[in-house]
């Protein structure tokens, strides 16, 4: 199963572009990659997800490269609320979630 | 707006006791997930279904059972609760194809004391 690897925190001005990796260099041809989030205690919220094109919503957007080893979610004017913590996943490990990055966006 | 519920949102309880986390989805959705997450710390995966009659374990081990005899309901039940059993449990469900974008429950708080 592909797994994934985030750095465990990131800080991020408010207004500013926050810029979340994601390692999955296990990762198999059909295997998707999705964002999620979680705020506090709550249960993780669906971002956004791609399989190897680059792709854009409301609330982020989602880079991945071409040899689909890594990727990387934006959120492209952070606000307080962004606050959370990130997870990225692939549809291979089944719903497992790992640690993800806590993100703080600070005033 | 929510499509997947749990009930109790919040329950304490005293050790030895046999409590049920009900959890409810009415989006026909084939697979569903248990996770158990302690506050600040990651969400374990303890049990999942692929559907009406099959359960399996996750990662993290747990003295819990399940049983999905109905495709949307998933109930979690502790024989005899601990301490070590207070965490905050969540259920999750999504397709069984398709986008398989995972909708969470609001998540039951369960305090054994």
């Known amino acids: 199963d592909a797994k994934t690897t985030q750095p465990t925190s990131m800080d991020c001005a408010e207004g500013r572009a926050a810029n979340l990796p994601c390692n999955h260099s296990?990762?198999?041809?059909?295997?998707?990659v999705y964002w999620y989030r979680q705020i506090h205690s709550q249960g993780p919220q669906y971002i956004i997800h791609?399989?190897?094109n680059n792709e854009t919503n409301e609330m982020a957007s989602l880079i991945i490269t071409e040899d689909r080893k890594s990727s990387t979610l934006i959120l492209p004017h952070a606000t307080l609320r962004d606050t959370a913590v990130y997870y990225c996943i692939v549809t291979g490990n089944d719903m497992r979630f790992g640690a993800g990055t806590r993100l703080t966006v600070k005033p | 707006e929510a499509d997947i519920y749990q009930t109790p949102r919040y329950l304490v309880i005293g050790t030895g006791k046999k409590i049920t986390l009900e959890c409810s989805q009415t989006?026909?959705?084939?697979?569903m997930y248990w996770y158990q997450q302690d506050p600040g710390m990651e969400l374990h995966l303890i049990h999942y279904s692929y559907g009406v009659n099959s359960t399996e374990k996750g990662d993290l081990s747990s003295e819990s059972t399940v049983s999905r005899i109905r495709t949307e309901h998933f109930p979690l039940t502790l024989e005899s609760a601990r301490p070590s059993h207070t965490s905050q449990y969540l259920c999750?469900?999504?397709?069984?194809?398709?986008?398989?974008?995972?909708?969470f429950g609001a998540g039951s708080r369960l305090t054994v004391l």
């Open positions: 989006m026909g959705h084939d697979k």
């Open positions: 999750a469900s999504r397709p069984g194809s398709g986008a398989n974008v995972l909708t």
């Open positions: 296990t990762i198999s041809g059909n295997e998707y």
């Open positions: 791609g399989l190897k």
